[in-house]
């Protein structure tokens, strides 16, 4: 609950809830590719221009206007991580400015990680900047929020936001047919929330390496070199993956409630203006708060 802030009372439920999202992104993915195949080779082959990190954070920052409130004015800078490092960090990496100069934002690449990849460097840019962490640090900070929110840390919004901007929106924003984005965005969906579950099979149920070699081999994902990664990455950070992928689960949760309560009134300006405003918290507060907000909207 630390690392998610979860709603869910139970890891059963959880758990539950995490195998649907995955059962129903598999059937969903099914449906489409069914009806048009040729959007497997299009995922893979699918490139975006412009290629240069600066110019695709300038065409995500115009493009998200539409759906996101706009954002107070700041400054950002991208650096690239040093060649000891690239072999050890993630593809990006955004520095949480201090609380005194939070329009003062970094955003770290790493180009080796990326592969070289246009899609891959658009929705990580999409993740890390807007309308992930630069944007959601940006707004939030300049609002009238307390300063002793600043000393909490609740990963499971900062991490599930960035990670819901980036598999609902981002693909979109790069031009993609629908079918296209659907099939790369849910595909993408699909192989963390896999993770996700491994990571409760490891620390919750026990499982050892072989028992997550049997359940990837399920979903076609095999290979010693692939399996040992994975296992090893669950066992040195547990509930990493819970973090990323149970709050972007809940963000789409919050959002389909607001969309069945509100109806024609839902707004996707306002939905996101809301949460923003209101900060990093455990979901089952802003569940609390979010009740408020439907009633004034």
Known sequence: RSQTGTSYTSMKDLKNAIESKNINDIAAMAVIIRNRPELLDQVSDYTFSPTEPLEILDVLKQEISEEFPEIPEHSFVVKYVAP????????????????DKYNENVIYLNMDQNNGITQYLYTTLAHEGYPGHLYQNAYTNSGDMPLIRSLMSYNGYSEG????????????????????????STNTALSLGLYAYADMGVHYDGWEREDLADY??????????????VFNALVEEPANYLSYFVGYLQFVELREIAQKELGRHFDAVEFHKFLLETGPAPFYIIEDYMEEWMKEQ
């Open 84 to 99: 000891e490092l690239k072999d050890i960090l993630s593809p990006a990496l955004y520095m949480v400015p201090p609380m």
């Open 216 to 229: 990837l081999a399920e979903f076609g994902i095999e290979g010693e070199d692939v399996v040992d990664d």
């Open 161 to 184: 936001w960035a990670t819901y901007v980036e598999f609902e929106y981002s693909y979109d924003y790069m031009g993609m047919s629908e079918g296209l984005a659907d099939v790369a």
